[in-house]
């Protein structure tokens, strides 16, 4: 089994900080693509920021130089710092990640997703 746990949305004000981690678990071989991925109400589910497996990052235009996303292998674990918050970041954020298990072939698992409230 291989799962994915997303921590760290909560409330906050526009103009203010989070930081979310995803940590995955499970009889894993090796993770390539870590992304993280966000649907706001009545939207659609849409791709915010990757890293390879190397750190090389891909951001969405709307959050390029507001958020850093980061990688610790050690750890199976992803990051993504979100400066600058608008009221429109306003989501439901999940951590996707395509992994390698024992006895499975690679597959795209995603976390249950951690709510982010961002006021005005």
Same mark, same amino acid.
């Not at 979310?20 to 706001?40: D, F, H, K």
């Given at each position: 089994q291989v799962h994915l746990v997303e921590s760290g949305g909560g409330l906050v004000q526009a103009g203010g900080s989070l930081r979310l981690s995803c940590a995955a678990s499970g009889n894993i071989v090796s993770i390539n693509v870590m992304g993280w991925y966000r $649907?706001?109400?009545? #939207? $659609?589910?849409?791709?915010?920021? /990757?890293?390879?497996?190397?750190? /090389?990052?891909?951001?969405? +235009?709307?959050? #390029?130089?507001?958020? /850093?996303?980061?990688? +610790?292998?050690?750890?199976?674990?992803?990051y993504l710092q979100m400066n600058s918050l608008?009221?429109? +970041?306003?989501?439901?954020?999940?951590?996707?990640a395509d992994i390698a298990a024992w006895g499975r072939a690679r597959s795209d698992y995603w976390g249950q997703? /951690?709510?982010?409230?961002v006021s005005s």
């Amino acid at each position: 089994q291989v799962h994915l746990v997303e921590s760290g949305g909560g409330l906050v004000q526009a103009g203010g900080s989070l930081r979310l981690s995803c940590a995955a678990s499970g009889n894993i071989v090796s993770i390539n693509v870590m992304g993280w991925y966000r $649907q706001g109400p009545g #939207k $659609q589910r849409e791709l915010v920021a /990757t890293v390879t497996s190397v750190g /090389t990052t891909n951001y969405a +235009d709307s959050v #390029k130089g507001r958020f /850093t996303m980061s990688r +610790d292998n050690a750890k199976n674990t992803v990051y993504l710092q979100m400066n600058s918050l608008k009221p429109e +970041d306003t989501a439901v954020y999940y951590c996707n990640a395509d992994i390698a298990a024992w006895g499975r072939a690679r597959s795209d698992y995603w976390g249950q997703g /951690t709510q982010v409230t961002v006021s005005s």
